[in-house]
């Protein structure tokens, strides 16, 4: 749990409402938007409705990991090299891997049934759910509100 909460310190560092709207907003285009399944607007609303079913903190820490490592990759694939928020996603994509390496229990067994459902379909790029156009900041934005729902208690 040490290792994680310092994962999770790093990445509250890295997401500052200042460096979000930097990286995310002023360096993009106006009204710039990112294609991402409807399972990838992952908000606080919906970690609220699977708590209300019961659902455990490692399945939900599993979901936000999964949800969100998607939307960075999906985030980086518009970017060229040279773009100003290219190495930010970078550290950010790696953070959220070193963060993986702590999670070696998600997999099927250990996750809610109905999350691992929409884990698999994130992880595997089904699209049968539809497409949304999202702007990157709103995606790292319900990232950071759903890290702090997941984390503020344990990683104080």
């Not at 599993?62 to 090299?81: H, M, P, T």
């Not at 996603?89 to 959220?96: A, E, G, R, S, T």
């Not at 709103?138 to 208690?153: F, G, I, P, Q, T």
Request: glycine share 4%; proline share 1%; aromatic share 8%.
């Amino acid at each position: 749990m040490q290792k994680e909460c310092r994962i999770i310190e790093a990445l509250q560092n890295k997401l500052t409402y200042r460096q979000r709207l930097q990286y995310m907003k002023h360096y993009f285009p106006i009204n710039y938007t990112v294609n991402v399944q409807f399972e990838e607007v992952l908000r606080a609303s919906n970690i609220t409705r699977l708590r209300d079913q019961n659902v455990s903190e490692l399945s939900l820490r599993c979901l936000w990991l999964s949800v969100n490592s998607q939307v960075l990759l999906k985030i980086g694939a518009v970017l060229l090299e040279k773009h100003l928020s290219w190495e930010y996603i970078q550290d950010l994509c790696l953070l959220f891997e070193h963060l993986a390496e702590e999670y070696e229990d998600c997999n099927q067994g250990n996750v809610d049934t109905n999350v691992w459902d929409v884990v698999e379909q994130v992880l595997t790029g089904d699209t049968g759910s539809g497409q949304k156009a999202v702007r990157p900041k709103a995606l790292l934005d319900n990232c950071v509100k759903v890290m702090w729902m997941l984390y503020s208690e344990s990683c104080e």
